[in-house]
């Protein structure tokens, strides 16, 4: 289960292995929260035992130049923005690099070997005067291990980043997969692309604003085009020949690869906008990708082209061949988590062979104490959701927080049931803080409202499942008494899900639905539910407010840790409260 030290014991066996044959360690994590985490295992084993280490977020997430800046630059812009003053000698943290000598040797050494938490990284960049991203590059050149979010193991030119600058390749490196429960929907979620009126609105204004004016014409017969397709169409499936065809108007293919160039490079453009410190094309690009991205799936059966009632989809709905591609060259692969079950549907589901694999599980006593109560008497089903429904969950979360000794963590499907249940929660306790997991959250303010949450005795947290504070997140300790989950973040039905549904049905038997719909959304339950549970000799509770949760098939995937000890009804606020106090007491 979570909290039982999985990451550190991986860490340590797999650093070993590597050691005893001459071997580097690669380990990607889903979100930059969990690689700030491995990062704390690997500062505390420095401690002990000699070892480089190194770790890398974007390179937006580094750039003291823009920091310097009184004009924000978006991470969509940054590629420009970064490439335009490094090539320009703009950037005077890049350029002293070829100066620094023997400062940057020593400098790059320490930073391997005492890795550094993110701000203190960024605080001995700008006292070197040199880019932080590159001094963090440069220690995982020499790393025993490297630490990096998936994006730098699936996107293709990210990847080339960690290769070494010596003879040491993939072949060579054990990859360790962090929370590989995720894979699928990560790699699905990252191949599907949407192209709506709205986007080719952005590019044509765009090409106006920058006098493309050719580039204006395409965009509005592509936008009329889109606009039929949109009404014209009830078949959620589109032919992608077909709409090829349509958008070249008779051209030939030539034709439509110079449209894409011109959309995707923008260059004279692009480079005008950084340096007068103007808005990048970036709807332009967008629109380019999604049109190159289609042509160059024409003959693959694998990618489908979709629509909605507002928008154009290009789905890859087998992301196995892509997991693949990124993994086959490694020494070994150790795919690790804790909501991995049933581990048959799980390697299939990323294209493993079932002969290939070799299933690891660790069975023990566990030495903490979960009670699960599991209500049956509401739930978020979407066609129940309604006002009534809140008020009548939010009295229940109420009842829970007024009963334990300490703080609460409530974890909900979505965004939207999340901005629902928030003022619910509030007017009926306004004397209990709640924190609250906003969209579009960014990487420093969870941090400070995660750090408020700790540092507080009695409050409320409400995030999301399968968000960041449900996964990768802590709380050791006191600092949480209970986990609430409401609800399954079961996905709602879209093109892109029958066209995933239709592949499946069509490759094998059809378990589609448990692989695609249910599992991940138990896993993102059953993860959250784990949260408070960091601790030998923790006493806490579970509660699963939704009577899907009792379904035979849903228990049936419930891990036993949450079953132990389960009761299970339809239950009052008082009823709630009262269970609540025997079990602390």
Not at 270 to 287: C, D, I, R, T
């Amino acid at each position: 289960m979570s909290g039982l030290g999985k990451t550190a014991a991986v860490l340590c066996g797999t650093l070993l292995a590597a050691r005893e044959e001459n071997l580097r360690v690669l380990y990607a994590c889903r979100t930059k929260r969990e690689v700030t985490r491995v990062v704390e295992e690997l500062s505390l084993l420095q401690t002990r035992r000699t070892l480089r280490a190194g770790y890398l977020f974007s390179k937006h997430d580094y750039c003291l130049l823009m920091r310097r800046s009184s004009r924000p630059v978006p991470p969509e812009s940054f590629k420009w923005y970064c490439n335009f003053n490094v090539s320009n000698n703009l950037c005077s943290y890049f350029l002293n690099l070829s100066l620094l000598g023997e400062e940057l040797t020593d400098a790059v050494k320490e930073t391997s070997s005492h890795v550094p938490i993110h701000s203190k990284l960024l605080e001995r960049g700008e006292k070197l005067h040199v880019c932080p991203y590159e001094l963090g590059r440069l220690a995982t050149l020499q790393a025993d291990i490297t630490v990096i979010p998936y994006q730098y193991l699936f996107e293709e030119g990210a990847r080339s980043v960690l290769t070494r600058e010596s003879s040491t390749n993939a072949s060579r490196t054990i990859l360790v997969i962090d929370e590989a429960h995720n894979l699928r929907d990560f790699l699905r979620n990252s191949m599907t692309f949407t192209m709506t009126p709205e986007l080719l609105g952005h590019a044509i204004a765009e090409t106006r604003t920058f006098g493309l004016e050719r580039l204006t014409g395409s965009l509005q017969r592509l936008e009329g085009l889109v606009g039929k397709t949109l009404s014209g169409t009830k078949s959620w499936y589109l032919q992608k020949s077909s709409f090829i065809d349509e958008i070249r108007e008779g051209h030939d293919e030539a034709w439509l690869a110079n449209l894409i160039f011109e959309l995707t490079a923008c260059a004279g453009a692009a480079w005008y906008s950084v340096a007068a410190g103007k808005q990048l094309p970036l709807h332009v690009l967008k629109v380019g990708t999604f049109l190159g991205d289609l042509l160059a799936s024409r003959d693959s059966e694998t990618v489908i082209l979709a629509k909605s009632e507002d928008s154009i989809l290009l789905v890859d709905v087998d992301p196995t061949k892509r997991f693949t591609s990124a993994t086959k060259d490694f020494h070994s692969v150790v795919l690790l988590s804790a909501t991995i079950s049933p581990c048959n549907l799980f390697i299939k589901s990323i294209g493993i062979e079932e002969s290939r694999a070799t299933v690891y599980r660790v069975e023990e006593n566990l030495p903490i104490s979960v009670r699960t109560v599991l209500d049956t008497g509401v739930t978020t089903r979407y066609r129940l959701r309604n006002q009534e429904m809140y008020q009548k969950i939010a009295r229940k979360i109420v009842a829970i927080a007024n009963s334990v000794r300490g703080s609460i963590g409530v974890f909900v499907p979505s965004y939207a049931l999340l901005e629902s249940l928030v003022p619910e929660l509030t007017a009926r306790a306004p004397e209990i803080e709640t924190m609250v997991e906003r969209r579009g959250l960014s990487n420093q303010d969870a941090s400070q409202l995660i750090d408020d949450f700790k540092s507080k005795r009695r409050s409320v947290l409400v995030g999301v499942q399968g968000g960041r504070f449900s996964e990768g997140e802590d709380f050791k300790g006191d600092l949480m008494d209970a986990s609430v989950i409401v609800g399954l973040s079961l996905p709602p039905p879209s093109p892109a899900l029958y066209a995933e549904y239709s592949y499946l049905k069509r490759s094998g038997p059809n378990d589609s639905y448990v692989t695609i719909s249910l599992l991940p959304a138990l896993r993102k339950a059953f993860q959250a539910a784990g949260r408070h549970l960091r601790n030998p000799g923790k006493r806490g509770m579970v509660f699963l407010l939704d009577s899907r949760f009792a379904s035979p098939a849903v228990l049936e995937l419930t891990p036993s840790w949450l079953t132990q000890d389960m009761v299970t009804g339809d239950y009052g606020d008082e009823e709630i409260e009262r269970m609540t106090r025997e079990f602390f007491s």
